[in-house]
């Protein structure tokens, strides 16, 4: 009996596992530095970082499920063809993550908006805020982002991500 185990026995794929940890311990080390730091502006660019990493993570999430699910479920040519479609990422808006969804499977599409827009679509205007700040901070534009939104907008980031990690496991 053979104990090697296929890359999808071990869900989320490693790559989405290692950048929640990463994410996880740059949102712990913002907390703390919001805490015990005198110098303002560190904690400000920290919380700017937190930001970026948050919705770079979603993108990645979005990406590395979609890519292990088509591993997974499809073989050949139509593997090769569809893994070169989502060799590239986008920003992880609501409306683009709604398509994205779509064409894999309109029901799932279906769902997905209506989890962006429970509680008066309050999913779906923060998870637009936090690619809209991203977009802004990676541009250099004023942002006005601080500690306790870039925490919540991690948060925010995590559930979506949550929805790809267990909608798109393949078994």
Known sequence: MSTTRSPIDVWPPAEVTFILKRLSELASIVEEQARSSNDQE????????????????????????????????SYGLVRSFSLGWL????????????????????????????????????LRRELAFLVDRRNRIAHGLNEGIGVVKALALKDVACQVADWFILRFRPT
């Not at 930001?51 to 770079?56: A, F, K, N």
Request: one cysteine or more.
């Open 87 to 122: 060799e590239r990422t986008h920003n992880p808006t609501p409306d683009a993550l709604e398509t994205f969804t779509g064409r894999f499977d309109a029901g799932m599409q279906e769902e997905l908006g209506e989890f962006l827009n429970a509680n008066d679509e309050e």
């Open 42 to 73: 560190i904690v400000s660019w920290l919380a700017r970082l937190l930001v970026i990493r948050s919705c770079g993570y979603l993108e990645q999430t979005v990406a590395e499920t979609a890519r292990a699910y088509t591993r997974h479920k």
